[in-house]
């Protein structure tokens, strides 16, 4: 998980501050203290974690804490102010997409770290938006690099420019005029890598710039490149020159110094964030909800449009309707499932939750979709329909045909015949359902108690 030992660190400092009661100014540089050197081991840049601490300090040290009835609460609220304005304050830094004509974004950065797959992702994420992209090959040595963005721009549905080995600058002018001829208003232009920062490198992405108007430069860094990432971002914008930056693999980065440090070393904000290996695994990069979820706070924004992006409005009023009417039945629970797997799974739906980042990866199986989705496909339709027609004989039936045991089957069905006492429960008082469902929802193994 992102930001984990970060995080980890940090709640440990305020579960101390809050058994302090009245916080003197010696609490507060103890607390500072502790906090510096779990920015430090989370790669943060030495000079910034120096200065967020000194403003941290400053604040807290203000009568807006020393007075107050709960001043472990107003340290954290400046914590987390101070974070955002780390990260690049409370409005995201989205990318300048022109009303009329050709928006050209270029990509580079070091290779290895995603460039050619995040072409792809932003190409797909402006689709969606009803743009209309395309993907321009100017990587013209890596091997197989142009058939790659070919299979990429593929899966994301979108037209691949290329030339084969004409030199770079070339084929960005004549995408460009391509562009203009076949309504393509986003032109994403895919460059070169080198395993390290060299003068062919930076002269080549000159000269494309050089040859065509770019209105967006993206530096592509690896979050897991802690302060090297911040040290490259630094580099190329002092050489090339770039707008924005998107960090890759967030989702394995545990420490979290690149978010952290990028802004504040080198100016620019980072724009998108990619948390995952598929295609839709690309999010704009909020400061305000990141430094939330350092501080266990949760992201229910985020949350809440995943759902609204991946979801089946219709099948969502169906499922919502069947409910209300108590015919919620294991087809239903299937959609259920399905959906949640569309988010990113179980884990991914947690952490975005207000304390479920205190939830440890090992106690949330994503392998019990598999399990309960086999146990319910080895049900005749009839028993989908009606589970209550499944006797100990069928039940036998259902665990052999699933390769899971007649225990598992037995406690899905009293799970499911739970939540359907629920869903009445719901229609006859809305606050004894939440009640349950908070109940429910402490189960172990899986959100929903499910083995």
Do not use: W
């Amino acid at each position: 998980m992102a930001f984990e030992s970060l995080s980890d660190r940090l709640a440990g400092v305020f579960k101390k501050l809050k058994g302090h009661g009245k916080l003197n100014e010696e609490d507060i540089r103890a607390a500072m203290r502790e906090v510096r050197m779990a920015l430090l081991e989370a790669d943060v840049n030495y000079k910034v974690a120096k200065d967020f601490c000194a403003k941290v300090s400053e604040r807290a040290m203000g009568q807006e804490v020393m007075e107050s009835l709960t001043p472990a609460q107003q340290v954290i609220k400046i914590v987390n102010e101070e974070l955002t304005a780390l990260m690049g304050g409370e409005e995201a830094a989205r990318l300048n997409i022109k009303n009329k004509g050709q928006t050209v974004i270029l990509l580079c950065g070091l290779q290895g770290n995603g460039k050619t797959t995040h072409a792809a992702k932003l190409a797909k994420y402006y689709a969606k938006q009803g743009h209309r992209p395309m993907l321009v090959a100017c990587d013209i040595y890596r091997p197989a690099a142009i058939d790659q963005l070919k299979v990429v721009g593929a899966q994301a549905g979108v037209p691949v420019f290329e030339m084969g080995t004409e030199k770079p600058p070339v084929i960005a002018q004549k995408a460009l005029a391509h562009a203009r001829d076949y309504g393509n208003d986003v032109v994403l232009i895919d460059t070169a890598g080198r395993l390290q920062i060299d003068e062919v490198l930076m002269q080549e992405l000159v000269a494309v710039k050089q040859a065509v108007d770019v209105d967006e430069t993206l530096l592509v860094v690896d979050a897991m490149a802690g302060q090297d990432a911040v040290n490259v971002a630094k580099t190329f914008n002092d050489t090339v020159g770039i707008d924005g930056i998107i960090l890759t693999k967030t989702d394995g980065d545990t420490r979290g110094g690149a978010a952290l440090s990028v802004l504040a070393v080198t100016g620019k904000p980072i724009k998108f964030q990619g948390t995952g290996e598929k295609l839709d695994d690309l999010e704009v990069f909020h400061p305000a909800r990141m430094a939330s979820r350092i501080l266990g706070m949760g992201d229910v924004l985020s949350l809440i449009e995943k759902a609204q992006d991946s979801a089946d409005a219709k099948a969502a009023e169906e499922t919502a309707r069947r409910m209300m009417e108590n015919k919620f039945d294991m087809n239903d629970l299937l959609a259920q499932f399905a959906q949640i797997k569309k988010m990113g799974g179980a884990g991914a739906m947690l952490n975005m939750l207000p304390g479920g980042a205190k939830v440890k990866p090992e106690d949330v199986d994503d392998k019990a979709f598999g399990r309960i989705e086999a146990i319910i496909y080895s049900m005749t339709a009839a028993e989908r329909a009606k589970p209550e027609l499944i006797n100990p004989k069928r039940k036998r039936r259902i665990a052999a045909g699933s390769g899971t045991r007649v225990e598992d089957v037995n406690k899905l069905l009293r799970q499911f015949e739970m939540m359907q006492k629920m869903m009445k429960q719901m229609k006859k008082s809305p606050k004894g359902f939440a009640r349950r469902m908070g109940g429910m929802m402490g189960g172990a193994g899986m959100p929903g108690g499910f083995f």
